[in-house]
Nanobody, 116 residues
Framework: QVQLVESGGGLVQPGGSLRLSCAAS????????MSWYRQAPGKERELVAA????????NYADSVKGRFTISRDNSKNTVYLQMNSLKPEDTAVYYC?????????WGQGTQVTVSS
């Protein structure tokens, strides 16, 4: 069964940190580029960070550069998003995405709320 399962979301105070994980199964994880997207209430889904299949190329949205770090462990079929110095505007549902030339896969999302 093809699956992407996110975890690690929750409620955190401004300035705090969270680490999101996305566990993949049912496909050849190491052949897929992986990304994290987020969607805040009333807003469109936006790309947060992306990493190529071997981890050679990484991109970030300007709004998270210097605060978020994407990484992957192909031996564990898992991609991570380390989020530091969180701000209220980072509040959103965060989605994991896997992409190959022929397939696009989404996780179910995990809620991140930054509030005091």
């Amino acid at each position: 069964q093809v699956q992407l399962v996110e975890s690690g979301g929750g409620l955190v105070q401004p300035g705090g940190s969270l680490r999101l994980s996305c566990a993949a199964s049912g496909f050849t994880f190491s052949s897929y580029a992986m990304s994290w997207y987020r969607q805040a209430p009333g807003k469109e889904r936006e790309l947060v960070a992306a990493i190529t299949s071997a981890g050679a190329i990484i991109n970030y949205a300007d709004s998270v550069k210097g605060r978020f770090t994407i990484s992957r462990d192909n031996s564990k079929n898992t991609v991570y998003l380390q989020m530091n110095s969180l701000k209220p505007e980072d509040t959103a549902v965060y989605y994991c995405h896997a992409a190959s030339w022929t397939r696009s896969l989404w996780g179910q999302g995990t809620q991140v709320t930054v509030s005091s």
